[in-house]
């Protein structure tokens, strides 16, 4: 075992969004800094994000973007990283990059660009990381004659770790907790800072995966299946919150940025109502057509509004006796009923897709006991959580990375 009492000043668990910004950060302040990366590779996450494209930010970035217990924790570090900040580092590094729907910025070319900048931004910084690290403990050094508070206290933490099967030790005054959270195990999703949490005392609140498809046991189960690979815009509502994008029938149920984007409102056993007509009344349009095309059937009507095969899925559903029928033999009531259906089509969801395929973890670290200007537990000094660990979770269109950054950079001021 070494032993290297005063080599680094700051402890980074995690080289991921946050973990990297947070280590750049504290270097430019002057801390010296080792990352600890138990996989073999840096950014993981980076790389995969947006399709191998990274949605790195959004130009509009606001709290209400983002869902915690408290609503109002994310609004400093938010205001003190902006998304400008991570855009002129990105512009700095001529990295060419899109705007996409709803102020989503994506990368060009790749999302290569991004993580390569991050470790050049480490490499200027001269900072260390490890990767294929396995944490061991981390234990909080008790201070004689001095107050754990001061900021000059050398050594508040001993870290010990194993790399390459030899145990290491490090003694530091800050420890940063940016392992990330569950979502997606192969790419580092892992239950370390829910772990190192509870040492330290810290609540953490009920986790379920966010950003995820919805699967199905009752008879959508077979209709997303023949619908499979059809995707239309619709908007989609459950408990009082409704997102407009496109929606994706696939093999397992339902996808799309749509179905993501709800389902992090969801819970098991809620409806989601989707609008498959969202810029349409379509109980009036639908009267309306059956007296301008009486003698046309309702399956013609529709098909120019939405795909053949999803029209005829809910013909067999909601008028399969009327198949045949033209329009001048429904009457106003039925009619009404299917349009409202179009507007409100109820589904039940059994369950989504979870961490394997979520893009996040909902809830975390409960962030009453975190400063949320510093990202420092409060009764715990020296001891950090940034990132998705806690108890912030973005909605989709990079804000997720956003609050790595803004997480990351907050905390990497005061270590
Ligand atoms: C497929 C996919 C696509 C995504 N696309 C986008 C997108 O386009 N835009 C967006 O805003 N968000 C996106 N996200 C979400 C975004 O990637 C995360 O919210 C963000 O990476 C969280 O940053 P983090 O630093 O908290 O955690 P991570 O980036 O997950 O980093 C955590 C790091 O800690 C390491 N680690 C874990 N356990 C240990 C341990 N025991 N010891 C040491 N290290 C450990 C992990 O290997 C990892 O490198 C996507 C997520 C996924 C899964």
Redesign the pocket.
Known sequence: MSSSPSQYDVII???????LLCAITAAKQGRRVLV????NK?????L???GGR????NQFVEADHFISQNKHFSKAALKRYTQWDFIEMVERYDIDYEQRKHQQL?CLNSAKDILNMLLEECRLANINIKTQ???EHIHAIELKGHSNKDHDVPHRYQVQFSDDKTSQQHHCQSVVV????L??PS????S??YDIAQQFGLKVTPRRAG?VPFMFSDDMKPACERLSGLALEVTASCNKQSFTENMLFTHRGLSGPVILQISNYWHPGDTVNIDLLPHKEAAAWLVESKQQYPKNQLKTILSHQLAKPLVNELQTRWWPEKAQSPLAEFSDKQLTAIGNKLNQWALKPSATEGYRT???TLGGIDTDAISSKTMEVKHQPGLYF????LDVT?H?????????WSS?YSAGLFV
């Open positions: 668990l995690g080289a991921g969004a946050s973990g600890l990366e138990r996989s840096i950014g993981k996450k980076i995969m994000s947006g990274c949605n790195f930010t994506f690290c396995e944490l940016a392992t990330g959270a979502s997606i790419l580092g999703g892992s370390l800072g950003l979520a893009e996040v940034i990132g998705e660990v973005g989709l269109g990079g804000f997720n990375f956003q609050w790595a990351g």
